[in-house]
Nanobody, 120 residues
């Protein structure tokens, strides 16, 4: 019914930047919060950043001042601008969205994940 498709991951050197995108498609009436999570090898999935439908954002302490989350409601898309990347940012990044469908069902939807590797 509803899909999230991420893009923008890859290999980057320490100190570099990447921009992740996540587009929602399907039978969407509206989207509440959207966010980015990450999971490093051997670790639990953690929240990186989230943003409400009106643009209020919150961040994990580890990324504050380096990452910026934004969204384009007209395109049902959320972005994560990642600057000053560190090796410890290496992880699979997952997009998440709380969606009201056209059938008035409330769904929590996850993307398939995109790998970000920070290494020299």
């Amino acid at each position: 019914q509803v899909q999230l498709v991420e893009s923008g991951g890859g290999l980057v050197q320490p100190g570099g930047s990447l921009r992740l995108s996540c587009a929602a498609s399907g039978s969407i009436f509206s989207i509440n919060a959207m966010g980015w999570y990450r999971q490093a090898p051997g670790k639990q999935r953690e929240l990186v950043a989230a943003i409400t439908s009106i643009g209020s954002a919150n961040y994990a302490d580890s990324v504050k001042g380096r990452f910026t989350i934004s969204r384009d409601n007209a395109k049902n898309t959320v972005y994560l601008q990642m600057n000053s990347l560190k090796p410890e940012d290496t992880a699979v990044y997952y997009c998440n969205a709380d969606v009201w469908t056209m059938a008035r069902r409330y769904l929590e939807v996850w993307g398939q994940g995109t790998l970000v590797t920070v290494s020299s």
